[in-house]
């Protein structure tokens, strides 16, 4: 069992791994500033891993004890900022064992108007989080890094050894960040870090409680269609049908975000029980699946009809994008376990049962309550 500090643990990568690593015995500390998660997330993680109802009620008990004993804690805080993340690992007691960082920004439009937030939140968030984690005397840390940085390669699958060409601000970020943690592993004996490079994310827990809840406009493929399949978005707009790929669609490896977070799991167990290393990983299927063909399957596994339209390419955008991942199952025997259709299904469950995301039942402890609480 090992206290884990989990930045962006309100996000959807985050909710997700909070519960798997609440389900195998680990503490976790959740530090997240709700930029783009819900504290409601949190309170349903909660909820799933049977930790016992957590509502505004029992929101002066929390930072004490949270639910079910002092298993999961909840603090608003934003990673730039060394207070709040002394306080994140002061919680209950101190004692983090390890750092999960998922908190950062990931629109790659976005990044393109407006780099310097992305530098601030994703480097410098970093670096502040790393001047942390020494000033706590923990060197374990894993890192939400991004199939991104490989840019528009045309090896297929993509082996971790391919060059990184990094083509918008989101991915120099990214790359700058490994970079630097690549450099933090070698300056001192000790550091045991993981950078997790995720394909395609997508679908649900199971339950259809936690899911990916996008702030606007949905950017990626997979929760713009269930925002289509729930009549929140009149069509989908399939960007380019003259890619050299078998439909002219985009191939990508989708991966269920509950086979992410487990990889997330294994990881950790590895660095804890392995001597201090600098571990790099693929975190995808192996498979590939064009735009069409994840249509169809929503459609099929649903009983829907999904209204779409061919237009134009996306700047930026590249043909295929699919993962070489065997070094993950060799290294910490992972592979994904869960199919298209399961994520079709999961992803249905989550948007058919929450149109408007966590929107429609948000849970709004206050920055105050949780502020005081936090400082004890
Ligand atoms: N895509 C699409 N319509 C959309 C969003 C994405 O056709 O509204 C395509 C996109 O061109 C790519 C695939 O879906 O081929 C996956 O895109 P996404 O943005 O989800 O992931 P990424 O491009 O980062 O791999």
């Known amino acids: ?51 016992g109802p957590w509502g505004q009620a029992a929101a002066d008990h929390w930072a004490e004890a949270g639910p079910g004993g002092s298993r999961l804690h909840l603090i608003q805080g934003d990673v730039r900022s060394p207070q709040d ?3 994140a690992f002061a919680v209950s007691g101190g004692g983090i064992g390890a750092v999960l960082h998922f908190a950062g920004l990931k629109a790659v439009g976005e990044s393109m108007t407006q780099p310097l937030r992305y530098w601030d939140v994703n480097v410098t968030g970093t670096v502040r989080l790393l001047e942390a984690m020494v000033r706590h005397g923990c060197q374990t840390l894993v890192f939400s890094s991004s199939a991104t940085l490989y840019g528009t390669t045309d090896t297929v699958p993509i082996p971790e050894t391919a060059p990184l ?7 120099y970020t990214k790359a700058a960040v490994e970079r630097m943690l690549t450099d933090v592993a070698a ?21 259809g409680r936690i899911g990916e809840d996008p702030n606007g406009l949905p950017n990626n493929l997979f929760p713009f269609l269930c925002q289509v399949a729930g009549g929140r978005r009149q069509r989908l707009d399939v960007f380019g049908g003259d ?10 490896d989708y991966l269920h975000v509950m086979d992410l977070a487990e990889g997330h799991g294994r990881a950790l167990d590895v660095l804890l029980a392995e001597p201090p290393q600098l571990l790099t990983l693929n975190l995808g ?4 699946h064009s735009v069409l063909e994840l249509v169809r399957a929503f459609e099929t596994t649903n009983g829907l009809t999904l209204p779409y339209a061919v237009v134009g390419r996306r700047p930026g955008d590249s043909a295929v994008s699919v993962a070489d991942p065997r070094q993950a199952e060799r290294r910490m025997g992972w592979r994904t376990r869960r ?37 004890s």
């Open 1 to 51: 069992m090992t206290k884990v500090l989990l930045t962006g643990g309100a996000g959807f990568i985050g909710s997700h791994t909070g519960l798997a690593l609440l389900q195998t015995g680990h503490q976790v500390v959740v530090v997240d500033d709700f930029s783009n998660g819900n504290a409601e997330a949190v309170r349903r993680v909660a909820e799933l891993a049977g930790l």
């Open 85 to 87: 993340l002394d306080r």
């Open 165 to 171: 060409q990094p083509i918008n601000p989101y991915g």
């Open 187 to 207: 300056s001192a004996p000790g550091w045991r870090i993981a950078l997790l490079r995720y394909f395609n994310p997508v679908g649900a827990h199971p339950s």
């Open 243 to 252: 890619w050299p790929t078998g439909d002219g669609t985009g191939v990508r």
């Open 285 to 288: 299927s192996g498979q590939g």
């Open 339 to 375: 199919s298209l259709a399961d994520i079709c299904r999961d992803g249905w469950a989550w948007q058919s049962a929450n149109p408007q995301g966590y929107r429609s039942n948000e849970w709004h402890p206050t920055g105050e309550l949780i502020g005081a609480q936090q400082v």
